[in-house]
């Protein structure tokens, strides 16, 4: 993998990790256009590192006052909902580790969860709820929706969100959720990545993957940044247009 692979996948992954289009499933599409054959999913972890990083400074505040007003009731109570909520993709990740990892090799898969995907976006317009706070049964849908993430070509974001939406949370309140939700799962992949690495280390130079970390980071940012501006404006929607149309051609031509 040369610089400028790195950084490529690095900046796809920036943008599609917050965007509803499953930045994973770009990642496995874009190394097979570049003819890149990277063993398991170090690539996608290291640069899944870089838009978390985006994710902990835009939250910042948020974060910042969840760990100092822990013992505040309502605080309290919002990490349990987060605490819920990561427990299935975290059985998962842990559990089913090898078997995910063989989901990244296969382009069928990502063309056909994309288009998945593209249909799930379309319900966050076509479904009306009332609107309510989270609780620990949104919280665990809201978490098994992650756990579906998984497998690359299932959006993350567009996942998390639409359901959340459904289930009553106001989009903007459903992103945080969504966001904050993701960051022990992301920092758990890459410690267990970075636990591989000491025992089997990877045939990529440490270069490249701080090159993918960086560009992942600084476009994630940027991307993050837009997609709070989409969720304003009620067009979350679009993305499933676009999810379709990719599964449909990569399913074509693969």
């Keep these: 993998m040369s610089l400028f692979d790195a950084i490529m996948l690095g900046s796809i992954q920036g943008i599609t990790e917050f965007l509803p289009i499953s930045s994973s499933g770009h990642l496995v599409i874009a190394q097979s256009l570049l003819g890149l054959e990277l063993p398991g999913n170090i690539i996608e972890v ?3 590192l870089g838009t978390l990083l985006s994710v902990i400074i835009i939250y910042r505040k948020e974060i910042i006052k969840i760990l100092l007003g822990f013992k505040e009731p309502l605080t309290k109570k919002y990490i349990i909902f987060l605490f819920i909520g990561t427990i299935p993709a975290a059985v998962i990740g842990v559990g089913a580790k090898t078997f995910i990892s063989e989901f990244f090799e296969s382009i069928k898969l990502v063309s056909v969860s994309l288009i998945f995907t593209g249909l799930i976006l379309f319900l966050s317009n076509k479904i009306k709820t009332k609107k309510s706070s989270i609780s620990i049964n949104k919280s665990l849908l809201i978490g098994l929706s992650q756990a579906l993430a998984i497998i690359p070509g299932i959006s993350r974001s567009g996942m998390t969100i639409t359901i959340g939406t459904l289930l009553g ?22 410690l267990i990545t970075a636990i591989d690495l000491v025992d089997q280390p990877t045939q990529i130079s440490y270069n490249i993957l701080f090159a993918a ?9 940027i991307s ?6 989409i969720l304003e404006s009620g067009k979350l929607h679009f993305f499933g247009y676009y999810c379709i149309s990719l599964g449909i051609t990569t399913l074509m031509i693969s």
């Design 213 to 221: 970390l960086v560009s992942s980071f600084i476009v994630g940012y």
């Design 46 to 48: 290291v640069t899944h």
């Design 169 to 190: 949370l106001n989009p903007k309140d459903a992103a945080k959720f969504s966001f904050l939700l993701a960051i022990p799962i992301i920092s758990g992949a890459g």
């Design 224 to 229: 993050l940044k837009w997609l709070l501006g």
